[in-house]
């Protein structure tokens, strides 16, 4: 693991993508599109219940293969730990093999093969745990 950001504008970088992170993995959990007119559903019979298992599937997948393609290429906020990255206690578990997974995969196959890793295996992962929100109880959340 590297050393955190040392300079105001990669601490400031840094707390950014993680609010970002945050933001993006709350509203999906809530099911809102922030750029929609708020208004409510009428619950019926035909309402997909899957709708909200897949907006959270969808955000596990892209932040963990945001973050497991950062760490591999030594991307923007690659240091960051996982709390900094948004990641819920189970998206760090998969987070960790994938990037294992990947640089085991990028020594014996190249960069490419690595990429195409990280995203089969993010969203495999994610479909499998459902999005993967769970966390311990030592995360709280953003104040």
Do not use: F
Request: glycine share 6%.
């Amino acid at each position: 693991m590297r050393a955190p950001p040392h300079t105001p504008a990669q601490r400031t970088a840094a707390r950014t993508l993680a609010l970002t992170a945050t933001l993006t993995l709350t509203l999906a959990l809530s099911g809102c599109d922030p750029g929609s007119t708020p208004h409510r559903p009428r619950a019926t019979a035909t309402t997909p219940s899957a709708a909200p298992t897949a907006s959270l599937i969808q955000a596990c997948t892209r932040l963990i293969a945001y973050w497991a393609e950062q760490e591999l290429t030594g991307g923007e906020g690659a240091g960051l730990d996982w709390e900094q990255k948004g990641l819920s206690n189970e998206q760090r578990e998969i987070y960790d093999a994938i990037v294992h997974a990947a640089h085991a995969e990028r020594d014996a196959h190249g960069t490419d093969a690595a990429h195409r890793l990280i995203k089969r295996q993010a969203e495999q992962r994610c479909t499998a745990a459902n999005g993967a929100t769970y966390s311990s109880d030592n995360w709280r959340p953003p104040t």
